[in-house]
C-alpha cells in the first residue's frame, strides 16, 4: 500500500504539457490527496487499486496519466476502456476525458443504453482511442462485433463497488475475457468490500494499493441532521423546510420510483422549480433534468439512487433523504453529492418509527449518533446504536415567522 507524500502542483508530474494546459484552463492548479498518490502509480503502467471518497477527484486521477500514456504510444482504435454503472456516470466520465482529449488529437466515445446505437456505432467505425461505456450497452456492441479491444492498453474500472452493488460482475467478465490479458487495469471505488477484493485479485497483476481518508465516513464539512417524522407527515414537513431554511440547491434521494414522481408532482404542484431523475425515464430526459439542475434552471433534482454517482456539481447546498438507504454506504455515498470540493453542505435525513434498524446500522458505522432536530408533536425515533456523547436532542417550538424548522440553538 502506497502513501506517496503530496505534490503541490500537477507540473510535478511527468504529465503531457498540454494536459496542464487543459487543467490551467479548468483552474485546477493543485491535486487532490487521490490525484497526488494515483497519478504517479499509473504512469509507471502498474495496476492500481485506489479507494477515496465521492468527489475528491478520481475522474482526472486515472484520465490524465492514461492519456498522456497514450498520447507518447502506438496509435491504435480502442486502446482504453472505462467502465463505469451508470449512463449519467459515463457521460459525465466522457466529457472530463473528451477535454483533454482535443489537444492530445485523440477521440472518446460515449457507449451507454436508453438511447440508440447509431450515433455510437459512428464514432466507433471512425475510430476512438478511448471508450466510456455500461457493461450492458458495452456487452451489445461486444455480441455484435461492432467494437474490439485487441489493442487495449488500459482498463478503467471507475466506482467498481457500485457496478458490483448493481449486479454487473457477470457482465464485467463476459467483457474481460473478450479483452487482452497483457494490459494495465485500475480500479477506483469509493468502499473496498471483499468481493471487490476477488475482483481485483482475478484481474489484476500485483496492484498497488492506495487508500484515501476514511472510505466509509462522510467529509467533514457534511453537517448532518436527523429529523425524526411519520410516514404521512413527511410531504408537509418536507415543503415546510424548503421554505424556511436557506436552500440554494437541493438533491432529494427517495427509495422508489413511484415515490420519487410523487414528490416531484408536489413539489412541482408548490411552484418549486423541480425536476425529476429515475432509471424509467429515456435518457435525452434524464441528461436534461442533470442539465438543468447543474445549470440553475431548476433548484431541486428528486431521484432515485441512480443520481448517487456520476452527478458531477460542487455547488449542492443540500441533500435530503426523504427516505433513509438501506444501509450505510448508500447513506455515504448520497450524502457525498453535497459538500464536494471542500464546500460546506448540509444532508438532512427523514426517520420514521420504523426506519430505527436503518439508523442504527449507519450511526454504528459512522462511529457516532447524528444530531436530531424535533419539531412539535414529531415522533420518537430510538437507534440501535448509542455513542458514548449522545447527541441531545432539541424539541423545536411551534412555527413563528423568521423561525426555521431546524434553526440550531
Do not use: W
Amino acid at each position: 500500500m502506497t502513501n506517496t507524500p503530496p505534490t503541490l502542483s500537477f507540473s510535478g508530474y511527468e504529465l503531457d504539457p498540454r494536459c496542464l494546459q487543459v487543467l490551467q484552463s479548468m483552474k485546477i492548479s493543485t491535486p487532490s490527496p487521490v490525484q497526488a498518490q494515483a497519478i504517479p502509480v499509473a504512469l509507471t503502467g502498474r495496476d492500481l487499486v485506489t479507494t477515496a471518497q465521492t468527489g475528491t477527484g478520481k475522474t482526472i486521477a486515472f484520465s490524465l496519466p492514461s492519456l498522456t500514456r497514450l498520447a507518447h504510444g502506438p496509435s491504435g482504435p480502442n486502446r482504453m476502456l472505462v467502465l463505469a454503472p451508470t449512463r449519467e456516470l459515463c457521460v459525465q466520465v466522457e466529457s472530463v476525458i473528451q477535454a483533454f482529449c482535443r489537444p492530445l488529437k485523440l477521440h472518446s466515445v460515449a457507449i451507454y443504453g436508453g438511447v440508440g446505437m447509431n450515433g455510437q456505432l459512428e464514432k466507433l467505425k471512425r475510430g476512438c482511442d478511448i471508450v466510456v461505456a455500461t457493461p450492458g450497452r458495452l456487452l451489445d456492441h461486444l455480441s455484435r462485433g461492432t467494437v474490439k479491444f485487441n489493442n487495449l492498453e488500459i482498463l478503467v474500472f471507475d466506482e467498481a463497488d457500485r457496478m458490483l452493488d448493481m449486479g454487473f460482475l457477470p457482465d464485467i467478465r463476459k467483457i474481460v475475457k473478450k479483452l487482452p490479458q497483457k494490459r494495465q487495469t485500475l480500479m477506483f471505488s469509493a468502499t473496498f468490500a471483499p468481493t471487490l477484493d476477488r475482483l481485483a485479485r482475478d484481474m489484476m497483476q500485483n496492484p498497488e494499493r492506495i487508500d484515501v481518508g476514511f472510505t466509509s465516513k462522510p467529509v467533514d464539512t457534511v453537517r448532518q441532521l436527523v429529523v425524526p417524522v411519520r410516514e404521512d407527515e413527511k410531504p408537509r414537513v418536507l415543503l415546510r423546510l424548503l421554505e424556511e431554511e436557506n436552500i440554494d440547491s437541493a438533491l432529494i434521494f427517495l427509495r422508489t420510483i413511484r415515490r420519487t414522481e410523487r414528490v416531484g408532482r408536489a413539489l412541482k404542484g408548490s411552484r418549486h422549480k423541480t425536476a425529476v431523475i429515475h432509471g424509467d425515464l429515456p435518457q435525452q430526459q434524464r441528461q436534461r433534468a442533470l442539465e438543468g439542475f447543474r445549470s440553475g434552471k431548476y433548484q431541486i433534482l428528486v431521484a432515485t439512487d441512480v443520481a448517487a454517482r456520476g452527478l458531477d456539481i460542487n455547488d449542492i447546498s443540500h441533500v435530503i433523504n426523504y427516505d433513509i438507504p438501506e444501509n450505510a454506504d448508500d447513506y455515504v455515498h448520497r450524502i457525498g453529492r453535497t459538500a464536494r470540493a471542500e464546500r460546506e453542505g448540509d444532508a438532512i435525513t427523514f426517520v420514521t418509527p420504523s426506519d430505527h434498524a436503518a439508523l442504527g446500522a449507519i450511526e454504528k458505522a459512522l462511529g457516532y449518533n447524528i444530531e436530531r432536530r424535533i419539531y412539535e408533536g414529531a415522533p420518537k425515533i430510538l437507534s440501535l446504536f448509542k455513542s458514548p456523547e449522545l447527541t441531545t436532542q432539541a424539541v423545536m417550538p411551534k412555527r413563528r415567522r423568521g423561525r426555521s424548522l431546524l434553526r440550531r440553538r
